[in-house]
């Protein structure tokens, strides 16, 4: 079913699939025509779609599958002007989340999760809240390293 005009007449109804399935719309056809194959040095093909790409050896077997997703500093509520973009830069980073989920964590064991700073000046959150924001930055220098630095 490679042809995507095959493709619609085929499964434009409901329960196409002989049970209840929703017709294809050509909108979602449209979005999957987009993909390109290309020949390997090694006999085989990679098909590659939006930021997928999967790799098939001379014998038809799957090798190998990338998927690109976006960078992880991408969309969060950070400034891209302090991503960090070296190898030395991502540690750092990771160290000092590391410690700020250490200290969120402490006070939460302390003074409990509903508890909060009390001080003139700090934010009013919870530790509750402070926690899981320190655990989301540890996680994302996490990603940084994983992804970049290892």
């Known amino acids: 079913m ?27 056809v449209r979005a999957a ?28 077997r799957v090798v190998d599958v990338v998927v690109d997703r976006p960078r992880p500093w991408a969309g969060k509520d950070k400034n891209p002007a302090y991503e960090p973009t070296s190898d030395e830069a991502r ?16 006070k939460t064991l302390r003074y409990g999760l509903a508890s909060y700073n009390p001080e003139p000046g700090s934010s009013g959150e919870t530790n509750a809240a402070w926690l899981t924001r320190e655990l989301a930055d540890l996680k ?11």
């Open 2 to 28: 490679n042809d995507p005009r095959v493709f619609l007449t085929t499964c434009a109804t409901p329960g196409w699939d002989s049970y209840e399935a929703e017709p294809v719309t050509a909108a979602a």
């Open 33 to 60: 025509s987009g993909v390109q194959f290309v020949p390997t040095v090694r006999g085989g093909v990679q098909a590659e779609w939006a930021d997928v790409e999967v790799e098939f050896d001379a014998e038809g």
């Open 91 to 106: 540690l750092s980073y990771l160290v000092e989340e590391a410690g700020e989920m250490l200290a969120a964590a402490g």
């Open 140 to 150: 994302l220098a996490i990603e940084l390293v994983e992804r970049y630095t290892l």
